[in-house]
């Protein structure tokens, strides 16, 4: 990053390689749509080079591509006034293999639709901390907020969808 900030622009694609699935995944499962999150993830890129200069050596690449994604994924709610029951959840469950649709499909859409039942605060909470295996400390960070805090947000949380998960697996039985 830190020559992508000097003028060396080749790099991007080095960075581009790196980060876009991880970015794109984030999108994904912020947003719930693949067209959307293809978009964003052009447009971070070209934010990342249009502010290159803002970038802070020393600070982890990941840490500030990811607070650009998550302003980026609260802009896209400001702009569009999006509400969750205009989502389809099931177009971003990835495509299994027929002999393990079945069970392994069907709980993964059960989770699908339990995420997308819980706050957008709450679910870019777990997408950042279990899904992007930020750590704690960075969330922190991200947020303006104590780790302890972090903390206790995602256990609640973790307890909230097992919750919504569960009390959705016993209505579609």
Same mark, same amino acid.
């Given at each position: ?37 293809? !978009? ?35 802009? =896209? ?5 999006? =509400? ?6 099931? !177009? ?27 706050? !957008? !605060? ?32 995602? =256990? ?18």
């Amino acid at each position: 990053m830190a020559q992508v900030k000097n003028g060396q622009l080749e790099q991007l694609n080095e960075l581009f390689s790196r980060y876009s699935r991880r970015i794109y995944n984030y999108f994904l499962k912020s947003t719930l749509d693949r067209d959307d999150s293809d !978009d964003l993830t052009q447009e971070l890129f070209i934010r990342v080079m249009k502010y290159r200069k803002s970038y802070k050596e020393g600070q982890t690449v990941q840490f500030w591509v990811f607070q650009i994604a998550r302003n980026m994924v609260k802009d =896209h709610f400001r702009k569009m006034k999006v =509400h969750k029951d205009q989502f389809n959840p099931v !177009d971003v469950m990835p495509e299994v293999i027929e002999e393990k649709m079945d069970d392994s499909r069907e709980r993964e859409k059960q989770l699908y639709l339990a995420m997308n039942a819980l706050p !957008d !605060d709450k679910r870019e909470l777990l997408v950042l901390s279990k899904f992007e295996g930020m750590k704690y400390e960075q969330i922190a960070a991200m947020r303006k907020t104590s780790v302890s805090n972090i903390k206790v947000q995602v =256990h609640r949380t973790i307890k909230e969808l097992k919750e919504l998960y569960f009390a959705g697996e016993g209505q579609s039985s």
